[in-house]
């Protein structure tokens, strides 16, 4: 199998590949072959982490033959793991995810391709990219002088409508851009992210499909379905509390939190449901930040996980309920307080109501400021962030494309 399928397996002749396969994905599934495992950790870290990298270290596609065949494998199989979710959240969760760490590799490769092609690590280039994409004639480099890399390109109009949003921030607005000639100027940067949004309407197609009764791969996978929607504990959640009160949070958060600021490294769950239950309270990512500052949880991190859970789009995820983070380890059900509450943001908001006086630790150490006040921290969650040009955070949002084969991608 060529190594390039696993790498980026949403190409078509990944799909070509797949299709030849030695075995069935069924066979697979029922046999429990090593894909079937890498395809569950492809899921919960696309939910968990926004990235479907192996934990051991990132695919680069110098691995063995079975590691390749493994991580060629998976994504068909997480792709039937993440429709037996039935859930629209995780569905647009994963496909951003496979679209972030397909850029990623994207941007790795053509760092990487100097001309000299020095060890054997298999790459594409920009060119590979668009043509894949059906626009290697809708995109065109701007002219250099001697050998230097083009830094900005043109693409047809068409396209760049298809693939961007108005709300990814008015620098993407048609009426801010340079026009000429039916194409639209962009950086190659800006050009990479249309590239982004272009896999992951791909990834997001088909999405979620029925499997056929007589397949049997829906027993087999009944256990990683279960364990990953206890790990999610999807439920209603109306909106952010707004307002931080350390000394009301909920036992579980307040050992997660002084567990950080020993300086101990929180797991994936513990991280994801510290994060998920400060996003759910009203706090920015850069309130985040500050407030986890002395802790053993870095600044980038925090601020791109708190930025893939935030409520743009209605599609956060709250913290898991008490019972699935007594299932980690996280929970132990301190004073009895699953009978106040079944999950921490519930427990934390009969707490607020319940006291007598609350100050908020944001207005105590002068965070967020005007700017940040409740009444705009409460309409965070209907306003989608505006992208700044140099190509920070997007909107998760983009376009998902023609309808295909449902198990084609």
Same mark, same amino acid.
Not at 103 to 123: E, K, V
Not at 232 to 242: A, F, K, Q
Not at 368 to 387: I, V
């Given at each position: 199998?060529?190594?390039?399928?696993?790498?980026?397996?949403?190409?078509?002749?990944?799909?070509?590949?797949?299709?030849?396969?030695?075995?069935?994905?069924?066979?697979?599934?029922?046999?429990?072959?090593?894909?079937?495992?890498? +395809? !569950?950790?492809? @899921?919960?870290?696309?939910?968990? &982490?926004?990235?479907? =990298?192996?934990?051991?270290? *990132?695919?680069?596609? #110098?691995?063995?033959?079975?590691?390749?065949?493994?991580?060629?494998?998976?994504?068909?199989? +997480? !792709?039937?793991? @993440?429709?037996?979710?039935?859930? &629209?959240?995780?569905? =647009?969760?994963?496909?951003? *995810?496979?679209?972030? #760490?397909?850029?990623?590799?994207?941007?790795?490769?053509?760092?990487?391709?100097?001309?000299?092609?020095?060890?054997?690590?298999?790459?594409?280039?920009?060119?590979?990219?668009? =043509?894949?994409?059906?626009? *290697?004639?809708?995109?065109?480099?701007?002219?250099?002088?001697?050998?230097?890399?083009?830094?900005?390109?043109?693409?047809?109009?068409?396209?760049?409508?298809?693939?961007?949003?108005?709300?990814?921030?008015?620098?993407?607005?048609?009426?801010?851009?340079?026009?000429?000639?039916?194409?639209?100027?962009?950086?190659?940067?800006?050009?990479?992210?249309?590239?982004?949004?272009?896999?992951?309407?791909?990834?997001?197609?088909?999405?979620?499909?029925?499997?056929?009764?007589?397949?049997?791969?829906?027993?087999?996978?009944?256990?990683?379905?279960?364990?990953?929607?206890?790990?999610?504990?999807?439920?209603?959640?109306?909106?952010?509390?707004?307002?931080?009160?350390?000394?009301?949070?909920?036992?579980?958060?307040?050992?997660?939190?002084?567990?950080?600021?020993?300086?101990?490294?929180?797991?994936?769950?513990?991280?994801?449901?510290?994060?998920?239950?400060?996003?759910?309270?009203?706090?920015?990512?850069?309130?985040?930040?500050?407030?986890?500052?002395?802790?053993?949880?870095?600044?980038?991190?925090?601020?791109?996980?708190?930025?893939?859970?935030?409520?743009?789009?209605?599609?956060?995820?709250?913290?898991?309920?008490?019972?699935?983070?007594?299932?980690?380890?996280?929970?132990?059900?301190?004073?009895?307080?699953?009978?106040?509450?079944?999950?921490?943001?519930?427990?934390?908001?009969?707490?607020?109501?319940?006291?007598?006086?609350?100050?908020?630790?944001?207005?105590?150490?002068?965070?967020?400021?005007?700017?940040?006040?409740?009444?705009?921290?409460?309409?965070?969650?209907?306003?989608?962030?505006?992208?700044?040009?140099?190509?920070?955070?997007?909107?998760?949002?983009?376009?998902?494309?023609?309808?295909?084969?449902?198990?084609?991608?």
């Amino acid at each position: 199998m060529d190594a390039l399928h696993a790498k980026y397996p949403f190409f078509e002749g990944a799909r070509d590949a797949v299709a030849n396969a030695s075995a069935s994905l069924p066979t697979l599934v029922a046999e429990d072959a090593p894909a079937v495992e890498r +395809a !569950r950790e492809r @899921v919960e870290r696309a939910l968990l &982490e926004g990235t479907v =990298e192996p934990e051991d270290g *990132a695919f680069t596609g #110098t691995d063995g033959r079975v590691e390749i065949r493994s991580e060629l494998l998976s994504y068909p199989i +997480a !792709r039937i793991l @993440v429709s037996l979710l039935d859930s &629209e959240p995780a569905i =647009e969760k994963y496909a951003a *995810a496979e679209a972030a #760490t397909a850029l990623d590799r994207l941007r790795t490769d053509l760092d990487a391709d100097d001309g000299l092609r020095s060890t054997p690590t298999p790459r594409i280039d920009l060119d590979d990219a668009l =043509e894949e994409f059906g626009l *290697a004639n809708d995109v065109r480099a701007e002219p250099t002088r001697g050998s230097r890399e083009p830094s900005h390109y043109w693409v047809a109009v068409g396209p760049y409508l298809r693939f961007t949003s108005p709300s990814w921030g008015a620098s993407w607005r048609l009426v801010n851009r340079a026009l000429a000639d039916g194409a639209v100027r962009v950086s190659r940067e800006e050009l990479l992210e249309v590239l982004g949004a272009a896999i992951e309407a791909r990834v997001r197609e088909g999405l979620p499909f029925e499997l056929d009764a007589d397949e049997g791969i829906a027993p087999d996978l009944e256990s990683r379905v279960a364990a990953l929607k206890r790990l999610l504990s999807e439920r209603t959640y109306t909106g952010p509390i707004d307002v931080v009160a350390p000394a009301l949070f909920p036992p579980c958060m307040t050992n997660l939190i002084e567990k950080a600021e020993r300086d101990v490294t929180l797991t994936a769950p513990e991280s994801f449901a510290l994060m998920a239950f400060l996003v759910g309270i009203g706090m920015t990512p850069d309130e985040v930040v500050a407030f986890c500052a002395d802790t053993s949880l870095d600044a980038e991190g925090i601020r791109y996980q708190t930025e893939y859970l935030r409520d743009d789009r209605g599609t956060q995820y709250p913290p898991p309920t008490c019972e699935t983070l007594a299932n980690y380890g996280i929970c132990h059900n301190e004073d009895d307080h699953m009978r106040v509450a079944p999950d921490p943001l519930s427990y934390y908001e009969t707490r607020v109501e319940e006291a007598d006086e609350v100050v908020d630790w944001r207005e105590e150490h002068g965070i967020g400021g005007d700017e940040s006040g409740s009444n705009d921290r409460a309409s965070r969650s209907e306003q989608p962030d505006e992208k700044q040009p140099n190509g920070e955070q997007p909107s998760d949002e983009q376009p998902s494309g023609e309808e295909p084969d449902p198990t084609a991608n």
